[in-house]
């Protein structure tokens, strides 16, 4: 009781505490610079542009409009430079409020006008943005090459400020691809870097970034160190903004450590600045925070007040991990109440949310093996070059000392054979040494394939193991869940509901859970069969066979199919089929695989949009053969609702699944390029427009 009632003190001192005025003498004074230049020239617009960024952490309303208006001012008047500065300020903004899309399309922008005017600094600034907004994304492998790219620029100018932010957001991105011994590094460099410089900001943030590291090694009090460092530099500058943000960081440490009273002080205090600051993902993060303290000092009530919020305000943004921790928190807090129901309810969000993160796990690895792969390729292509600029070097000198020697030697027939000799010596050792070059290269060259090869494996391992995590791990909660539920029975202190009520709800609840656990384990043993499928794959006996009736007969299998899951879906099949067709020789089990996986992904996306209910749609699916010089053809079209260009470049990538978790393996299609490339020597595409449908093209050689 005690400490709530110094918790309300705190909640109630803040929310009257009088807001802070965002102004600084710096900012005061270009204030007065702008009201007194009121030309509308490039001065003004660069005026409004440094108005701006003095005020981007404590105003970010202001300032963003500011920004707009110097973007505004510059685009008139054709002032290149004045517009990428204010586009570069928006992107920073847009970042900050989790608006990704516009961000990015703001700091590309920047970019390009920065190049345009021959600022380097200025695309330095502007890639260090990208590389934020693609990590922000989890788009790790474009954030690393954004970031190197604003590395290389900030090296060549000898630009110490921005070689200590370059190297800690590398840093930081390797912390989330788990390169723990890398991110220390890249960590460590910035923060010498930044020292160097002086800069208090980047110093700042290099400290910011071991915290983070810290934090995700589990080392919470080595965490809370770095990110107080941090704020103490946020206080130096004023920063209202940064400091919020390590407020919050240490809260979370604080809490961790069980240190509740100081974890409450914090979580309020960064309430009602950001709050006042508008900080939208701030305030979720406080959120997250108080309902993680509450819970864990037993009041679940407020737990679930906040919880709540946070759960709501997470899903808005797509903030997926802050999504994922309030729902384990809401779960937790339900079960504290008694609630089962809901704590089942949000048990189940967990698990999908946890699931969707997992899968951005998979993309972290395939990121670090796509930066292993890259940086392998590119030590093979700086050897090549050095070693052919040793040779040329060497071919140089060689002939410089043949024309010395000529010169010297016009007079002397017996000199001047000698030298030939000797030059036509040196040319055939240059010539070997080219040789054992262009051999060592062949080397390199299959080493690198080989280790692109054991990347694939080793994606394609992860991606089995994830693959079978989730629905174990599904299992797994459920069963806990279900326990959870038993031990609150033999609980006699507990407060519940009329035995026969309470009994009814937990049968029902344990009926729902072993639904639950049954089908994931279907899906479990689904997996595992499509990898067999894979492994299998190839090995049928070729027959000549009548490709019209095969896909008559698959077509008609994927149809029932479906319509055995819903009996009410309806679809026009429409054939045309080539009565000239001769018999081809392929596997037919292999190739009806592929034939009813390609049917079957075709009447589910008509069945998806008719979903929709929108008006006038008639689900169809077009199966045509046709022959061709030296093949024949087997198109598959649907007017389902199509694929985004994103979609389309992983569709054949083993996992990958646009349906809903429990639904897709993501090999289906892996598989049947598998039968259709390697099986029977054709070819699998597909072309697709969103909103219009979606063609598989099988070819096969005639």
């Known amino acids: 009781m005690r400490s709530a009632t110094v918790l309300a003190f705190w909640l109630l001192a803040l929310a ?6 965002a102004q600084t003498p710096a900012a005061d004074s270009l204030r007065a610079e702008v009201r007194a230049h009121a030309r509308p020239d490039t001065a003004r617009a660069n005026r409004l542009n440094a108005l701006a960024l003095a005020l981007r952490n404590n105003a970010p309303e202001e300032s963003a409009a500011l920004f707009r208006t110097a973007l505004g001012l510059s ?54 943005n990208l590389a934020c907004v693609f990590l922000d994304q989890g788009m790790y492998a474009k954030s690393l090459q954004a970031n190197l790219l604003g590395l290389a620029l900030a090296e060549a100018q000898h630009d110490r400020r921005w070689q200590a932010f370059l190297n800690t957001q590398l840093g930081i991105t390797s912390t989330y691809l788990s390169e723990y011994d890398r991110a220390r590094s890249y960590l460590n460099e910035g923060l010498r870097w930044a020292q160097i410089s ?11 970034g071991l915290g983070m590291l810290h934090k995700m090694q589990g080392q919470w009090a080595a965490a809370q160190r770095n990110f107080e460092q941090d704020n103490a530099n946020y206080r130096l500058m004023k920063d209202q903004g940064g400091m919020l943000y390590e407020d919050i960081n240490i809260g979370d440490m604080l809490e961790r450590q069980g ?9 309020f205090r960064s309430l009602a600045r950001a709050s006042r600051l508008q900080k939208l993902n701030e305030v979720t993060r406080v959120q997250l925070l108080l309902a993680r303290t509450f819970l864990h000092t037993h009041q679940p009530d407020s737990a679930l007040r906040y919880g709540q919020l946070c759960l709501r305000a997470s899903q808005l943004h797509g903030t997926k991990n802050i999504s994922r921790d309030a729902s384990q928190v809401l779960a937790q807090a339900s079960v504290q109440r008694g609630r089962y129901a809901d704590a089942y309810r949000y048990e189940q969000l967990f698990g999908v949310f946890k699931d969707s993160l997992n ?19 590119k030590q093979v292509q700086i050897g090549l070059l050095t070693k052919n600029a040793q040779l040329i070097r060497k071919q140089n000198r060689q002939q410089g000392w043949f024309l010395a020697g000529a010169l010297l030697g016009l007079g002397l027939v ?8 000797r030059n036509n010596r040196d040319k055939q050792r240059a010539y070997a040494q080219l040789e054992q070059q262009q051999a060592e290269l062949r080397a390199a060259q299959t080493q690198l394939v080989q280790a692109e090869k054991w990347a694939f494996v080793g994606e394609v391992s992860a991606g089995i193991a994830h693959e079978l995590q989730n629905p174990l791990n599904f299992m797994k909660n459920f069963a806990e869940v279900s326990t959870a539920l038993l031990d609150d029975e033999d609980d006699p202190a507990a407060d519940r509901p009329a035995p026969a009520e309470l009994e009814q709800a937990i049968l029902t609840g344990l009926r729902k859970n072993l639904q639950q656990i049954s089908q994931h384990g279907q899906r479990a043993s689904a997996i595992i069969n499509d990898m067999l499928a894979h492994a299998r794959s190839g090995h049928g006996q070729a027959a000549p066979t009548d490709l019209n009736a095969l896909v008559q007969e698959y077509l008609t299998l994927a149809y029932r199919g479906l319509q055995a899951q819903d009996a009410a879906f309806r679809a026009t099949l429409r ?26 992904n075709g009447l ?26 030296g093949h024949v053809e087997i198109r598959v079209r649907d007017n389902g609702m199509g694929m985004s260009a994103a979609v389309l470049a992983q569709v054949f990538q083993p996992f990958f699944t646009t349906k809903p978790a429990g639904e897709g393996t993501g090999l289906g299609l892996s598989l049947s390029h598998d039968i259709v490339t390697k099986g029977h020597g054709g070819t699998l595409t597909v072309e697709s427009r969103e909103g219009q449908g979606t063609e598989f093209l099988v070819r096969l050689p005639r």
């Open 16 to 21: 009257l505490a009088p807001g802070l005025r």
């Open 75 to 128: 685009q008139r008047l054709g002032y290149v430079a004045g517009a990428a500065e204010a586009q570069l300020g928006l992107g920073f903004y847009h970042r900050h409020r989790g608006e990704y899309g516009v961000a990015r399309t703001y700091s590309e922008q920047a970019r390009q006008g920065f190049e345009q005017v021959g600022s380097r600094r200025g695309q330095t600034r502007s890639l260090y």
């Open 198 to 208: 002086g800069d208090q900001p980047s110093i700042g943030y290099a400290y910011s």
């Open 259 to 267: 240190k509740y009273p100081q974890a409450f002080a914090y979580g």
């Open 359 to 377: 899968s951005s796990d998979l993309q972290r690895r395939a990121a670090v093996l796509e930066y292993r792969a890259e940086l392998a390729k």
């Open 414 to 421: 017996g000199g001047l054979s000698v030298v030939l000799w």
């Open 575 to 600: 054939t045309e089929f080539d009565p000239a067709l001769p018999p081809v020789a392929v596997v037919p089990p292999d190739l009806g695989r592929v034939l009813l996986n390609l049917c079957g």
């Open 604 to 629: 589910y996306a008509v069945r998806a949009r008719q979903q929709t209910g929108e008006k006038d749609f008639q689900p169809t699916l077009t199966v045509r053969t046709q022959q061709h010089d």
